[in-house]
């Protein structure tokens, strides 16, 4: 199955600031469509799982254009550019080229 | 709009069948490309998909829970379904399901969970 590392457990930053998140796959999410099957999402206490991102750096409808999202291959970041305070939150990355589908081991965004 | 909402036991013993139903509503799953899933989240950890149901009642299973998964659907009400055999503490956990975007293939709607425990 394919494996996607979030190395960073948590990040410590302060709000106004641009942070960067990242996300590793053991293989190449590439598919022969041309577009990379990997997504974001935003996990907050007492509030669904939010999607962010998708294909890599296709913003989902309604997520501000402060929530970028970048990458090729197996390498991918959401980048979240002057966090506001209802960003800290959790943030998993998922993988669905292949099944089973596989998450990230989240990346969890504190006030510094 | 978009909504799906989980329901379940709340807690069951181990060795019992985990029935879990997603009802949802602003979709149909009778709509091409249309799909749901279902994830689980113990707590304070990470998410982990368990299966996929797609509009054509095509199935995908996470092969880690080894044959103990069932999902289905019910198109006419709305409602998707799963069904995990021989439960065990490992199964605590909150469960989600999702609405999967048709042409984006993640989970673009998400219900806001159920929490089951598996405890003698």
């Known amino acids: 199955q394919i494996m996607l590392t979030q190395q960073a457990e948590s990040l410590w930053i302060s709000p106004g600031e641009r942070v960067s998140i990242t996300c590793r796959a053991s293989q190449s999410l590439l598919y022969t469509d041309g577009k990379h099957y990997l997504s974001w999402y935003q996990q907050r206490p007492g509030q669904t799982t939010k999607a962010l991102i998708y294909?890599?750096?296709v913003r989902t409808d309604g997520v501000p254009t402060r929530f970028i999202g970048s990458g090729s291959g197996t390498e991918f970041t959401l980048s979240i550019e002057h966090v506001q305070p209802e960003d800290f939150a959790i943030y998993y990355c998922l993988q669905t080229l292949k099944s089973p589908l596989t998450f990230g081991s989240g990346t969890k965004l504190e006030i510094k | 709009q978009v909504t799906l909402k989980e329901s379940g036991p709340g807690i069951l013993q181990p060795s019992q069948t985990l029935s879990l139903t997603c009802t949802f509503s602003g979709f149909s799953l009778s709509t091409y490309g249309m799909g749901v899933g279902w994830i689980r989240q113990p707590s304070g950890k990470g998410l982990e998909w368990l299966a996929n149901i797609w509009w054509d009642d095509d199935k995908y299973y996470n092969p880690s829970l080894k044959n103990r998964l069932t999902i289905s659907k019910d198109t006419s009400n709305n409602q998707a379904f799963l069904k995990i055999t021989n439960v065990d503490t490992a199964d605590t956990a909150t469960y989600y399901c999702a609405r999967i975007g048709t042409g984006s293939g993640d989970f673009d709607y998400w219900g806001q969970g159920v929490m089951v425990t598996v405890s003698s």
């Open positions: 294909h890599a750096s």
